[in-house]
């Protein structure tokens, strides 16, 4: 069982069942990975894609590089963030399946091509 399995049965049984069935998705995507940073689940490829938070009972799927996404299916919120957008579902049947993949392979093709390159930090750290 990998740590992002482990900390998704940790869930309360919504969030579990919504994160468990991202997580699948997610990972169905070739060289996708997934490790828990800052105490929740990130997705990688070449740089960070996306992270899976619990937030108002629900689960937040957001992406690193959110505003540069067109979000054309109208899914993703910045919620005052400046980089990172995100949608928060509250079960498995709301989760427009198909909108979702849509943003997940937009995501993927940001990556390929500009992956995120991190936080700035100062010499020395």
């Known amino acids: 069982m990998s740590e992002v399995e ?22 169905g995507h070739p060289e996708m990975t997934s490790r828990i940073r800052y105490k929740i689940p ?8 996306c992270y899976a938070n619990p937030r108002d009972g629900g689960i937040e799927l957001a992406f690193i590089q959110g505003a540069e996404l067109s979000n054309e299916q109208g899914l993703l919120h910045a919620r005052g963030r400046k980089m990172v957008t995100g949608a928060v579902f509250h079960s498995v049947g709301d989760i427009p399946q198909a909108a979702l993949l849509e943003v997940i392979q937009e995501a993927l093709l940001l990556d390929e091509v500009a992956p995120y390159k991190g936080p700035k930090r100062g010499k020395g750290k």
Do not use: C, D, N, T
Request: aromatic share 20%; glycine share 4%; hydrophobic share 50%.
């Open 6 to 27: 482990a900390y998704i049965l940790g869930l309360q049984p919504q969030q579990r069942e919504i994160l468990f069935f991202l997580h699948q998705v997610l990972m």
């Open 42 to 49: 990130f997705y990688s490829r070449k740089s960070w894609v």
